[in-house]
C-alpha cells in the first residue's frame, strides 16, 4: 500500500522556466511534510518542509504548497537551474513517530 | 560537523550469504533509521533505532534485522541473500528536535549475484 504517491516517474522542464512535482498522500495522519533531492551516488538531502497547519511554505526557489483536504502537495522551483536536475522524493510522518514514508521519487530534468 | 558514514559503499555477494553494513550518525544524533532503495519503489523504511532500542519497524521479513550501539552507531544484518536484496541501503540520523529532518549518508550499494 502506497500511502504516498508520486505519479509522475520523470519531468523535463527548460532553463528558466518553474518546475513543478506533485504528490499525493492517502493517510490522513501525516501531519508533516518533506521533499528531498538525490544526486546519483549520493544519499538524499532536505529540501523543504511544511506541516499540516500550514498550506505554503517558501524558501528562496523553491515553495511547497499542501492542500489537506485534497491530500496534495506540490513543489514549485522558480526559476528551474540545470543544477537542479535530481531525483526529487516526497515524503511524510505523523506525529512523534520517526518512521518516514517516502514517495517513489520524479526525475527531474533541466534542460540548458 | 561530520555527515553520516557508512561503510561499505559497494559489496557484492552471493546468494545465501549474510551481510552486515555499517552507520555512523552525526554526533550528537541518536536516532538511526534504515531505508533499501529500490528501482520503482522508492525508500522503503526498515526500522529505526533509538538509544540502542527498535521503535519503529517497516514491512520486511525477518532475515532484515539491525542494533544500535551505545555510541549511537548502528549496523544492519540481512541473512540468506535474496537477489531482490539487491538495492542501496540507505542510514539516515536525527536529533530529534522539533523538526525532525533525517540526514543521510551516501549509502551502501549491496548487488547480490
Known amino acids: 500500500d502506497q500511502q504516498v504517491k508520486q505519479n509522475s516517474p520523470s519531468l523535463s522542464v527548460q532553463e528558466g522556466r518553474i518546475s513543478i512535482l506533485n504528490c499525493d498522500y492517502t493517510n490522513s495522519m501525516f501531519d508533516y511534510f518533506l521533499w528531498y533531492k538525490k544526486y546519483p551516488a549520493e544519499g538524499p538531502t532536505f529540501l523543504i518542509s511544511?506541516?499540516?497547519?500550514?498550506d505554503k511554505n517558501e524558501d528562496g526557489r523553491f515553495t511547497v504548497f499542501l492542500n489537506k483536504s485534497a491530500k496534495h502537495l506540490s513543489l514549485h522551483i522558480v526559476p528551474s537551474q540545470p543544477g537542479d536536475s535530481a531525483v526529487y522524493f516526497c515524503?511524510?510522518?505523523?506525529?512523534?513517530?520517526?518512521?518516514?514514508?517516502f514517495g517513489t521519487g520524479t526525475k527531474l530534468q533541466v534542460i540548458p | 560537523k561530520a555527515g553520516v558514514t557508512q561503510t561499505p559503499r559497494y559489496l557484492i555477494k552471493t546468494r545465501g550469504q549474510q551481510v552486515t553494513l555499517s552507520c555512523s550518525p552525526i554526533s550528537g544524533h541518536r536516532s538511526v533509521s534504515w531505508y533499501q532503495q529500490t528501482p520503482g519503489q522508492g525508500l522503503q523504511f526498515l526500522f529505526e533505532?533509538?538509544?540502542?532500542?527498535?521503535?519503529n519497524k517497516g514491512n520486511f521479513p525477518g532475515r532484515f534485522s539491525g542494533r544500535q550501539f551505545s555510541n549511537s552507531r548502528s549496523e544492519m544484518n540481512v541473512s540468506t541473500l535474496e537477489l531482490g536484496d539487491s538495492a542501496l541501503y540507505l542510514c539516515?540520523?536525527?536529533?530529534?528536535?522539533?523538526?525532525?529532518?533525517?540526514?543521510f549518508g551516501a549509502g551502501s550499494r549491496l548487488t547480490v549475484l
Open positions: 539516515a540520523s536525527t536529533d530529534t528536535s522539533g523538526a525532525n529532518v533525517l540526514t
Open positions: 515524503a511524510a510522518k505523523s506525529g512523534g513517530y520517526q518512521k518516514v514514508t
Open positions: 533505532y533509538f538509544s540502542e532500542t527498535q521503535r
Open positions: 511544511i506541516s499540516s497547519i500550514k
